[in-house]
């Protein structure tokens, strides 16, 4: 659809700019809302928010659901900030920013960055509409963002709720397999999920093509999804990727496994270390040639998928407090824990160090495989 998005004259500055139209977020973002505001709001809305907040409406709060794309309100923002979508549902206003392939907006003369200047206009909003609660909502897909928004939520100490494009599309993919859905519902859902697989935004849903993996694309995808879907969990509970950590380990490879980046290569292992945010530090110490950064390892979990066998483990590790590695050291790490690991590994020992394991092996195939690891790991860090 993206009528919307055209309306408001948001897809001028991507051809202005020569963006391709698949990279671009806001048609993406109208797409997909302008569906879910047509569609039975039950099935969408309600569960859009749910996922998102945790806040559950009537059917009549959510029927009499508004929508507003793109609000420009100078006085409740105080300069040109444009949040993608504000719906108010009863006494609540939802802000939402949708990102896509980008991060967050830098800060601006104020020294407010994006998050702070929406947060602040939301309020205004809720006040300016005599509502009395308000959701600032980040629809994402790429969970670099989610530490962005940790960084926030640590630093104000107001909240900040995520929704992932693949729980829309998961949303999406129960209500085509409703037997008594509208017509209306059941073509707009297909067209929602039909577009979010293209920009490749699907939810997970099993690694279904683990053992041909180097003839399908789908299965990058699977680990990519799963990777996401997971942070997205964690992050809800102050688990974010482990510091310096920006990519899904191959054998100790330096290659991204990132959206638009997929590709055919032959690795054994996918693995992504993790640690609560009160447990990442960075500090420096003098070299001759300057100065060189290093990070707090005493405690971490993390995921790795092993190809050659089709499971998945899920460890936490301890060190040492006051342990401290350089960057290289995931590299290391993950190519030696492959090595040496068995199902009943207690420690393993890097340099000088060592680390404490405590593993839990699954079937990869499994379909509950993505709860039981989020839950692993949270009770590991918790």
Same mark, same amino acid.
């Given at each position: 659809?993206? !009528?919307?998005?055209?309306?408001?004259?948001?897809?001028?500055?991507?051809?202005?700019?020569?963006?391709?139209?698949?990279?671009?977020?806001?048609?993406?973002?109208? #797409?997909?809302?302008?569906?879910?505001?047509?569609? *039975?709001?039950?099935?969408?809305?309600?569960?859009?928010?749910?996922?998102?907040?945790?806040?559950?409406?009537?059917?009549?709060?959510?029927?009499?659901?508004?929508? /507003?794309?793109?609000?420009?309100?100078?006085?409740? &923002?105080?300069?040109?900030?444009?949040?993608?979508?504000?719906?108010?549902?009863?006494?609540?206003?939802?802000?939402?920013? +949708?990102?896509?392939?980008?991060? %967050?907006?830098?800060?601006?003369?104020?020294?407010?960055?994006? %998050?702070?200047?929406?947060?602040?206009?939301?309020?205004? %909003?809720?006040?300016?509409?005599?509502?009395?609660?308000?959701?600032?909502?980040?629809?994402?897909?790429?969970?670099?963002?989610?530490?962005?928004?940790?960084?926030?939520?640590?630093?104000?100490?107001?909240?900040?709720?995520?929704?992932?494009?693949?729980?829309?599309?998961?949303?999406? #993919?129960?209500?085509?397999?409703?037997?008594? +859905?509208? =017509?209306?519902?059941?073509?707009?859902?297909?067209?929602?999920?039909?577009?979010?697989? =293209?920009?490749?935004?699907?939810?997970?849903?099993?690694?279904? /093509?683990? /053992?041909?993996?180097?003839?399908?694309?789908?299965?990058?995808?699977?680990?990519?999804?799963?990777?996401?879907?997971?942070?997205? =969990?964690?992050? $809800?509970? *102050?688990?974010?990727?482990?510091?310096?950590?920006?990519?899904?380990?191959? *054998?100790?490879?330096?290659? #991204?496994? +990132?959206?638009?980046?997929?590709?055919?290569?032959?690795?054994?292992?996918?693995?992504?270390?993790?640690?609560?945010?009160?447990?990442?530090?960075?500090?420096? $110490?003098?070299?001759?040639?300057?100065?060189?950064?290093?990070?707090?390892? *005493?405690?971490? +979990?993390? &995921?790795?998928?092993?190809?050659?066998?089709?499971?998945?483990?899920?460890?936490?590790?301890?060190?040492?407090?006051?342990?401290?590695? =350089?960057?290289?050291?995931?590299?290391?790490? &993950?190519?030696?824990?492959?090595?040496?690991?068995?199902?009943?590994?207690?420690?393993?020992?890097?340099?000088?160090?060592?680390?404490?394991?405590?593993?839990?092996?699954?079937?990869?195939?499994?379909?509950? !495989?993505?709860?039981?690891?989020?839950?692993?790991?949270?009770?590991?860090?918790?």
């Amino acid at each position: 659809m993206a !009528v919307v998005a055209e309306l408001k004259g948001k897809l001028n500055g991507y051809q202005a700019a020569g963006v391709p139209y698949i990279d671009a977020e806001d048609p993406l973002t109208a #797409s997909i809302f302008e569906s879910i505001e047509v569609m *039975d709001r039950e099935l969408t809305l309600g569960r859009v928010l749910l996922e998102a907040t945790g806040d559950v409406f009537s059917p009549q709060q959510l029927a009499q659901a508004e929508f /507003h794309y793109w609000p420009r309100d100078p006085e409740a &923002f105080g300069d040109l900030t444009e949040p993608d979508l504000v719906i108010t549902v009863g006494d609540t206003l939802f802000l939402l920013e +949708a990102k896509y392939r980008s991060g %967050l907006g830098k800060a601006n003369n104020e020294g407010k960055d994006q %998050l702070g200047r929406e947060y602040k206009g939301g309020i205004a %909003l809720m006040k300016k509409g005599e509502l009395s609660r308000f959701r600032l909502v980040c629809v994402v897909g790429d969970a670099s963002v989610l530490d962005e928004i940790a960084g926030f939520q640590r630093d104000t100490g107001n909240r900040v709720d995520c929704l992932q494009w693949q729980q829309i599309h998961h949303i999406m #993919s129960d209500i085509e397999e409703l037997p008594n +859905a509208e =017509r209306r519902d059941l073509i707009l859902a297909t067209r929602c999920r039909q577009l979010l697989e =293209r920009r490749r935004m699907a939810s997970f849903s099993g690694f279904q /093509h683990l /053992h041909d993996y180097k003839q399908s694309e789908g299965f990058y995808e699977e680990v990519f999804n799963f990777s996401n879907m997971l942070l997205n =969990r964690l992050s $809800q509970n *102050d688990i974010v990727r482990a510091v310096y950590e920006f990519r899904i380990e191959r *054998d100790g490879g330096k290659r #991204s496994l +990132a959206v638009g980046g997929l590709d055919q290569w032959a690795p054994t292992y996918f693995a992504l270390p993790v640690q609560r945010t009160t447990d990442r530090s960075v500090g420096k $110490q003098p070299t001759k040639q300057g100065e060189t950064r290093f990070y707090s390892v *005493d405690r971490f +979990a993390f &995921f790795l998928l092993d190809i050659d066998t089709a499971q998945l483990i899920a460890a936490k590790v301890t060190a040492p407090p006051g342990t401290s590695k =350089r960057a290289t050291f995931w590299d290391d790490f &993950f190519r030696r824990f492959k090595k040496a690991w068995t199902g009943d590994l207690k420690t393993i020992t890097i340099g000088p160090t060592e680390f404490g394991v405590e593993l839990k092996v699954l079937d990869a195939g499994s379909q509950d !495989v993505l709860d039981t690891v989020a839950q692993m790991i949270t009770e590991y860090l918790g």
